[in-house]
């Protein structure tokens, strides 16, 4: 009988036959932690007819045991050594259902896919995120850093409630799933990591007001803690105003035939709630562009 060897031998191993020195501007720490693997693993709910999307496999910790349970899997991994050794090791153990992209995820064209698994590069965490939600899918299971993923699901009026989870908030819901120790990693992260499901909402919002939404919450979150009429004004490029006076008066306009719109102005950014916004945003949509 072979003696099964620990997932960090495994994994240190398989660095130092190929003479590789991971890179941290490439966010490369390393899963070495089998316990959360199994944990990533189970919380996908794999079955042959799911189609596994998986950004930066490394050298293959997770995309050998998605591969297992899932029909397919299709990882895109950006380092050409890594992504060749990983090719490699694919082979050496026969395992076909993979297809493996070179490449820089944030750019390439994804194909089709159902769920999504991957520890994350965390230099992408933003783009990749609101990428995937361009896609149709049915479960995500994505490790972050932590700092991250709270702001992903953080409420109104506390710290962690930011640009970030007003964006998603209309978009998926985030549960919180499990933290994961610097020490789970090689090299060890400054940072701890949470591993989030993501499931995209069922009921979709208007491209079009979404669009509007987005704008005022970037003007928004750049003034936190200021009211939402000073903020607004503060960051009036963004909504499409050069001349400070005219978004003035046409605040006042508004604000004098509307009483909701006086109310939600006076609010401070961090206690205006995703619907909040949103209400304020379609009140002012004629006027911004
Ligand atoms: N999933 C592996 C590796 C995680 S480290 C594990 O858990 O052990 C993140 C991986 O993403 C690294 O291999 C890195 O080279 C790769 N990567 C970094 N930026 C990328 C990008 N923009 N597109 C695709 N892969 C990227």
């Not at 996908?44 to 998605?66: F, S």
């Not at 819901?173 to 120790?181: C, N």
């Amino acid at each position: 009988m072979t003696e099964k060897i620990s997932l960090a031998k495994e994994t240190k191993h398989i660095l130092q036959e190929n003479g590789i020195i991971l890179n941290k501007n490439l966010g490369q720490n390393y899963l070495i932690d089998d316990f959360k693997r199994k944990k990533i693993i189970e919380y996908a709910k794999l079955t042959k007819k799911d189609t596994v999307l998986e950004i930066g496999p490394g050298i293959g910790t997770l995309t050998i045991e998605l591969a297992k349970k899932a029909g397919k899997v299709i990882a895109i991994e950006q380092d050409p050594t890594i992504f060749n050794i990983l090719k490699k090791r694919l082979e050496k153990e026969q395992i076909d259902n993979v297809e493996l992209i070179n490449g820089d995820a944030v750019k390439v064209d994804f194909p089709d896919f159902n769920k999504i698994v991957s520890n994350l590069p965390y230099q992408i965490s933003s783009p990749i995120s609101f990428k995937f939600l361009k896609h149709d899918f049915d479960l995500a299971i994505l490790m972050y850093q932590k700092e991250f993923a709270d702001r992903m699901n953080g409420k109104v009026g506390t710290k962690q409630y930011s640009r970030l989870s007003a964006m998603l908030y209309f978009k998926a819901d985030v549960k919180f799933l499990t933290k994961v120790s610097p020490e789970s990693f090689i090299p060890s992260p400054k940072v701890d990591s949470s591993v989030v499901e993501l499931k995209p909402k069922e009921s979709k919002i208007a491209d079009d007001d979404y669009k509007i939404y987005s704008k005022v919450v970037k003007a928004l979150f750049q003034h936190r803690n200021k009211k939402a009429r000073n903020a607004l004004i503060d960051s009036r490029h963004i909504i499409g105003f050069k001349d400070k006076k005219e978004l003035k008066s046409i605040l006042n306009n508004l604000e004098d035939g509307n009483p909701r719109i006086k109310e939600l102005l006076l609010e401070r950014t961090i206690n205006l709630s995703p619907e909040n916004i949103m209400e304020l945003s379609i009140l002012l949509k004629e006027h911004i562009n």
